[in-house]
């Protein structure tokens, strides 16, 4: 059976894990039953051995800050470069996604133009139309995002996969088998409508209109199908390399 870690790297509002569970129960629901699943908390556990010792990685969004540069932050990061080394496959989401660049010698940082959050639309380029995770979806379609840092740059041997008008690095990947995604597959509607009621007030003083953001909550199908979609990368060995024609 397949071995999968999740690194947990934070925890989501605590007036949501009563009703919808913690970050990695998200994830837990959303990926292949067939793997076998493991949950580390970075955040005070000790990694989960080499990165080698598991068939797929996948890093969980934070309320943390990558910028802020955490001990536990830096030392995932560097073991993450080790496992893009090592071409394990590796799922960044959010803090996940922004985590990996700076690992990989990218920046993350503060967005300039503030907070994203709610649903909405992502466009993939060209180089999605043959990535081995993104494949077949359609060129754009709405996905479940909240954050106020991004990835700044991207690093030297990315290739971008998905944009929008907001967030210019939405989803890349490096090498073989690792890619980083700003928005949340493991987010379904009433888990970001719940988030963006804990926001009102704060997205209210920032000049956005919670109560639109709320109401335009939509199902993301696609941009959930992805964390089935690395689950059966993972389950049938190592992709196959875009590059290779």
């Not at 605590?14 to 493991?38: I, K, V, Y």
């Not at 920046?107 to 380029?125: D, I, M, N, S």
């Not at 998905?162 to 690792?178: I, S, T």
């Amino acid at each position: 059976m397949a071995r999968v870690v999740i690194l947990k790297t934070g925890n989501t509002y605590p007036s949501l894990l009563e009703s919808f569970g913690d970050f990695d129960s998200w994830f837990l629901a959303r990926l292949a039953p067939e793997l076998d699943l493991h949950v580390v908390d970075v955040t005070v556990d000790d990694l989960p051995g080499k990165p080698g010792d598991w068939d797929g990685i996948v890093v969980t969004g934070s309320p943390a800050m990558v910028s802020d540069r955490a001990p536990w932050s830096e030392n995932t990061g560097a073991w993450l470069a080790e496992a893009v080394a090592e071409e394990v496959p590796v799922l960044g989401v959010c803090y996940g996604h922004q985590l990996l660049a700076h690992a990989l010698g990218g920046e993350a940082g503060y967005h300039p133009r503030g907070r994203e959050t709610g649903t909405h639309q992502v466009e993939l380029l060209d180089a999605a139309m043959d990535d081995p995770l993104f494949e077949g979806l359609p060129q754009t379609f709405p996905a479940q995002l909240t954050h106020r840092q991004s990835v700044l740059r991207l690093p030297e041997n990315a290739v971008l996969l998905g944009r929008n008008d907001f967030e210019p690095h939405q989803a890349f990947r490096v090498g073989r088998c690792a890619w980083g995604i700003q928005f949340h597959p493991e987010f379904s509607a009433e888990v970001m409508r719940a988030y963006l009621k804990v926001q009102a007030p704060d997205l209210e003083k920032e000049g956005l209109d919670a109560k639109a953001l709320i109401e335009n909550v939509l199902d993301a199908p696609n941009a959930t199908s992805l964390l089935g979609r690395f689950s059966q990368l993972v389950l049938n060995g190592q992709p196959k390399d875009p590059t290779d024609h």
